[in-house]
């Protein structure tokens, strides 16, 4: 079942590796299918290298399983919250980047000091209220929701980032990019004050991005 969607899912699972954005296995890829709503996600605790598309898990959106031998992600919860509330997006990608989640740890919005990140991300990645020690209750997974909102992405606070996109391979592609802005804006804090897009120049630069490259992403508020 989802054979071509599952083979997706576990491409962009070696890219986390590949990009150097996971060590081990702690990172999450999930994608819903648009037609069945079934959600293609990894599987818990396992490591990427060797897995086939069969490894993929195939779930619904209320975490039965439907395909697949392996255990999915234990947070399986977080992704299919994120997907029942964006209706308009159809994948999430997680991972404890390095960079990103310093921001995370110090509690501080990843800001859009890049055209690029304002191209593709369309936004500053905010951070979740509070740390979750207790992960998985509902008050952790209603806050992950109301953190990304109508964006793109959101951190976990002392964890690791979330971002969506309307594809496996776009959430994957936003997530290296708030890797590398959160990169570059230590970078420019070490050798100055970096300047940092206005809401509207962001505005403009993901606009821009959506009408020229032709990628279908969810309209801002
Ligand atoms: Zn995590």
Not at 73 to 80: K, R
Not at 123 to 142: I, K, M
């Amino acid at each position: 079942m989802l054979k071509e969607l599952r083979e997706r899912v576990l491409k962009v699972a070696w890219k986390l590796r590949e990009y150097d954005l996971i060590v081990m296995a702690g990172g999450t890829v999930a994608a819903r299918d648009p037609e069945s709503g079934y959600v293609v996600i990894t599987p818990s605790g396992m490591e990427y290298d060797d897995l086939t598309w069969e490894d993929m898990c195939v779930i619904d959106m209320n975490l039965a399983r439907i395909d697949g031998k392996r255990r999915p992600s234990i947070a399986s919860d977080m992704f299919t919250e994120i997907l029942k509330a964006r209706p308009d997006l159809h994948a999430v990608t997680h991972s404890h980047s390095r960079y990103a989640t310093a921001f995370a740890c110090i509690n501080r919005e990843i800001p859009v000091t890049t055209t690029t990140h304002g191209n593709l991300v369309g936004g500053p990645v905010p951070c979740t209220s509070w740390v979750h020690p207790d992960p998985h209750t509902p008050e952790y997974l209603a806050d992950i929701v109301k953190t990304i909102g109508n964006g793109n992405a959101c951190n976990i606070r002392n964890h690791g980032v979330l971002a969506c996109g309307c594809t496996v391979e776009e959430s994957l592609e936003n997530l290296i990019t708030i890797e590398v802005t959160a990169y570059i804006t230590f970078i420019a804090e070490q050798m100055g004050k970096p300047y940092i897009l206005t809401p509207e120049e962001t505005r403009r630069a993901y606009d821009f991005c959506k009408s020229s490259v032709g990628q279908d992403l969810p309209e801002k508020k």
